[in-house]
């Protein structure tokens, strides 16, 4: 059993997996802004911890996650306001890499997006210039950490079941993959210790996660 933090532990995507985490008997602490949503993360069976990270320091964030083996950042300002996309997706996320790393807590699982690269060919008059530039800057910053990170990069999420299935390849299209099956990779990651280093893109697709995971 491990214990795991997830940052933004109130997003559809980490509801999924905190529920899966704890359903496989890990001790998982979800990172929440709004305390109001703390009953909702506490019936997937984590702990919630009222912690706004965009307005915490690089030390209180550390002291959030001491004792953690694993910190899976799930976060995002949403867009709308590049401000604040900057504030979280760039400033916030790079501050729980260095917390990682003061904390003690080795293992590292971003969820970005598929198409995350500093060349990621985002118009700079487009709305998502502004998300495009933080995850390329927050990406690039965990590159550089010591810890064993690992970036997810799924394509365009949906609210669809999960299906347990997914394809993965240095070639593969941009599709679509439910938000479920994210949590269901993010989970399946943390304890291959070939998924250390690696960027990986996925889409829905026919290869069991696991099998998928084990085999890139």
């Known amino acids: 059993m491990s214990s795991i933090a997830i940052v ?10 905190s529920r899966i985490l704890a359903g496989q008997g890990h001790r998982v602490s979800s990172l929440i802004r709004n305390p109001e949503h ?25 002291d959030r996650i001491q004792g953690h083996d694993a910190l899976i950042w799930s976060a995002g300002a949403g867009g709308g306001n590049p401000a ?13 890499m260095d917390a990682a790393q003061e904390a003690g807590v080795p293992r590292y ?12 060919g985002v118009p700079r008059d487009d709305p998502f210039f502004p998300y495009a530039e933080a995850k390329a800057a927050a990406d690039g910053y965990l590159r550089g950490t010591f810890l064993s990170w690992t970036i997810l990069a799924p394509s365009t999420l949906t609210l669809d079941p ?35 280093g690696r960027f990986i893109a996925f889409n829905n697709g026919g290869t069991p996660i696991e099998d998928a995971i084990r085999n890139l």
């Open 38 to 62: 703390a009953a909702e993360v506490r019936d997937t069976g984590a702990t919630p911890v009222v912690a706004d990270v965009e307005h915490l320091t690089t030390g209180q964030i550390a």
């Open 109 to 120: 699982i971003m969820v970005s997006y598929f198409g995350a690269r500093p060349d990621h």
């Open 162 to 196: 999960g299906t347990g299935r997914i394809e993965v390849g240095e070639d593969l299209a941009p599709g679509r993959v439910s938000r479920e099956d994210v949590a269901r990779v993010a989970a399946a990651v943390l304890d291959v210790p070939e998924t250390v």
């Open 84 to 96: 604040r996309t900057y504030a979280v997706d760039r400033d916030a996320a790079i501050r729980s």
């Open 8 to 17: 933004g532990g109130h997003g559809k995507v980490a509801l999924h997996l």
